[in-house]
């Protein structure tokens, strides 16, 4: 094959970064000088600034088992871009947009039942990639490319009762990490794993200076990982019953935020937030071990009910102040108690999504927007018909490709099968 000049190899970069992540794995194969000019840190960072300057997606995330335990657990994933300023399009009508299948995920004999309590499910999102952990008993969470289906399987990492764990992504050392943390009243150690590409994947002990049981799933801001903890059965030092627990995903530490209530964490324009509504509960607190939170949730709360939404905007990390903005409206068309809070936008809608899909009944993700106070509802089509039942559903924002997700050479398509943990390996 010719030999590419200099101002030919810009004109290929420049070409290819247009095209999507897919594509672009395929022609690393034409030869060793596409394949090193298309792993250029140069064409990665191209790529990445396109990507990020195209829409952002909406990323659904559908378990087949919905809220059951299985032996061969099937995800599929979807996506399609976010509605930019959607309240300007409008307020009244119904939307649709159509979602575009990625792949149908199944990692072997990898159980990753999706369970609607936390306690025995985790879930994570961070710089395009995917983390789950379904089966504490089989102990093996899994990473994957929510676009290619390439995923690596994790180390054993038993818990003792629960299986919380979160993931993150430090963009300085652009290095992803999965922190698990053990029952604050059993035995164990908090654990943290570090991707590697030239060593060996191993959870290493680390230390939390504050005992508590978590409450929420986590959202990686910034390259410092939230989530909300409960700490009224905890000596502590806080000066409420809830806080939320900050672990910097690069110095690996801990710091603590008072909050006054349960509440749900998202990205408010790159800022921490916390939202919630004005008869909202610990449902993990009152949810029975082995029920379905979904059930739940859609029997007890009255659907008559006229409730403020609460959005609550850290704007000083170190002082912990607060903006603090209150919204009412009622609206025909929002099923409260069939959504939940999934994230806000680039521009400031906070986004609720369905909770589940159901074949021939459609699926909605609702736009809110706080300024204006409008609410823009979506019929999301495209799911096909292939699902019979009730599944599970998880939706993430700001969904965008990242060739440094894409090519992390940890993320196989074959993997070797599984074997029982020693006695080393056990917590």
């Not at 994570?124 to 089966?135: E, F, I, Q, R, V």
């Not at 090519?407 to 099968?417: I, Y």
Request: charge should be negative.
């Amino acid at each position: 094959m010719f030999s590419l000049s200099s101002t030919n190899d810009l004109i290929l970069k420049e070409i290819l970064s247009r095209l999507p992540s897919k594509s672009v794995a395929r022609f690393r194969c034409v030869s060793k000088r596409w394949d090193s000019i298309l792993s250029s840190p140069y064409f990665t960072e191209l790529f990445l600034t396109r990507s990020l300057l195209a829409k952002p997606r909406l990323l659904f995330a559908i378990a087949e088992n919905g809220n059951e335990q299985v032996d061969v657990c099937v995800w599929n994933f979807f996506s399609l871009p976010q509605l930019e300023y959607p309240y300007e399009q409008s307020s009244s009508s119904t939307l649709v947009a159509a979602a575009e299948f990625y792949v149908r995920f199944s990692p072997g004999k990898v159980r990753i039942n999706h369970l609607t309590n936390l306690k025995y499910f985790s879930c994570g999102y961070a710089s395009g990639l995917l983390y789950m952990y379904g089966d504490r008993y089989q102990a093996r969470p899994v990473i994957c490319n929510p676009i290619t289906g390439r995923y690596a399987i994790l180390p054993n990492r038993y818990t003792y009762r629960k299986a919380y764990s979160f993931f993150g992504f430090d963009p300085i050392d652009k290095q992803y990490k999965a922190l698990s943390m053990a029952y604050p009243s059993g035995p164990g150690h908090h654990k943290i794993l570090t991707f590697e590409e030239d060593g060996d994947l191993m959870w290493r002990r680390i230390k939390c200076p504050l005992r508590h049981d978590i409450k929420s799933d986590g959202v990686c801001i910034n390259g410092v990982l939230y989530y909300l903890a409960e700490t009224s059965e905890c000596a502590h030092v806080m000066t409420s019953e809830y806080m939320i627990v900050c672990f910097d995903v690069r110095s690996e530490k801990f710091t603590f935020i008072d909050v006054e209530r349960f509440c749900r964490l998202i990205n408010y324009k790159g800022k921490l937030a916390v939202i919630f509504w004005d008869d909202d509960e610990d449902i993990y607190e009152k949810c029975h071990l082995e029920s379905d939170v979904y059930i739940y949730i859609e029997n007890s709360l009255d659907a008559e009910a006229i409730s403020e939404l609460h959005v609550w905007v850290l704007e000083n990390v170190e002082k912990q102040e607060w903006s603090k903005y209150e919204y009412t409206w009622t609206d025909d068309r929002f099923f409260r108690f069939h959504v939940f809070v999934v994230g806000a936008t680039a521009s400031g809608e906070i986004v609720f999504s369905m909770r589940k899909y159901i074949s021939n009944e459609p699926f909605y993700v609702f736009y809110f927007n706080p300024e204006k106070k409008t609410l823009q509802r979506v019929e999301i089509q495209g799911f096909g018909e292939t699902f019979k039942k009730c599944f599970s559903v998880r939706t993430f924002v700001n969904h965008a490709e990242d060739l440094d997700a894409n090519d992390l050479k940890l993320l196989k398509s074959v993997h070797p099968p599984l074997v029982e943990p020693s006695d080393s390996d056990s917590d």
